[in-house]
């Protein structure tokens, strides 16, 4: 689902493999249509471990450079070292929920 935001473009997905499906048909040798992927870490089907190492590898089938390639940023409620550290192998940001304003 699309929805319009300002300037941008907000894609609604509800999977991992969805959000792969249109960030592959948005994706070309001159960029990406989207400037970020904000994801969560736990997700039935592809998790978002998965979603962001395919997202790399697409960007690398068109050799994109770092600073064309969508920010990846994960929400987790997993605190824990080892998921956090597993999270920032293929993603930019990682965020423990819930996310306070302060």
């Known amino acids: 689902m699309a929805v319009p935001w300002s300037d941008n ?5 509800y999977s991992g493999a ?5 960030l592959e048909e948005g994706t ?12 969560d870490i736990s997700m039935p089907g592809m998790d978002g471990y998965e ?3 395919n997202a790399r590898k697409v960007f ?3 050799s994109l450079p770092k600073e064309l390639e969508p920010t990846i940023i994960a929400l987790t409620g997993h605190a824990e070292v080892e998921f956090l550290s597993r999270a920032l192998i293929d993603m ?9 304003s302060k």
């Open 18 to 22: 969805d959000a792969l499906a249109k």
């Open 28 to 39: 070309t040798i001159e960029g990406s249509q989207y400037k970020l992927i904000l994801t």
């Open 60 to 62: 690398a089938n068109y």
């Open 51 to 53: 979603l962001a190492a």
């Open 9 to 13: 473009l907000l894609e609604i997905c």
């Open 92 to 100: 930019d940001q990682v965020y423990t929920k819930p996310i306070s």
